[in-house]
């Protein structure tokens, strides 16, 4: 099992920037990719990007792609995204997730923060 918690959400203007960070604990991550997700009002939820825990490799939906930026901090087991001129279509309820790079799901879940940009 691997519990993650998130946090740092909040209410930001159009513009703005905002982290996120996400704790993870309860497993070994060198063998999972962590990923953020978001689910908007109304809308299914969508993949927003991913890192691989063990080289760094990272992946984007391309409409934040040049303005989030997913990081992991190994020592201290924390998953961030950095968030840059936030839209208000980017106001979400937004979920750190992992998955072991032997699943094709991501199978954990944390419980969201939600993200609201004002225009």
């Known amino acids: 099992q691997v519990q993650l918690v998130e946090s740092g959400g909040g209410l930001v203007q159009a513009g703005g920037s905002l982290r996120l960070s996400c704790a993870a604990s309860?497993?070994?991550?060198?063998?999972?990719?962590m990923g953020w997700f978001r689910q908007a009002p109304g809308k299914e939820r969508e993949f927003v990007a991913s890192?691989?825990?063990?080289?760094?490799?990272?992946s984007y939906h391309d409409s934040v792609k040049g303005r989030f930026t997913i990081s992991r901090d190994v020592a201290k087991n924390m998953v961030y995204l950095q968030m840059n001129s936030l839209k208000a279509e980017d106001t979400a309820v937004y979920y750190c997730?992992?998955?072991?790079?032997?699943?094709?799901?991501?199978?954990?879940w944390g419980q969201g923060t939600q993200l609201t940009v004002s225009s």
């Open positions: 997730t992992a998955r072991s790079l032997t699943s094709a799901t991501y199978d954990y």
């Open positions: 309860g497993r070994t991550l060198s063998r999972y990719a």
């Open positions: 890192i691989t825990w063990s080289t760094g490799m990272t």
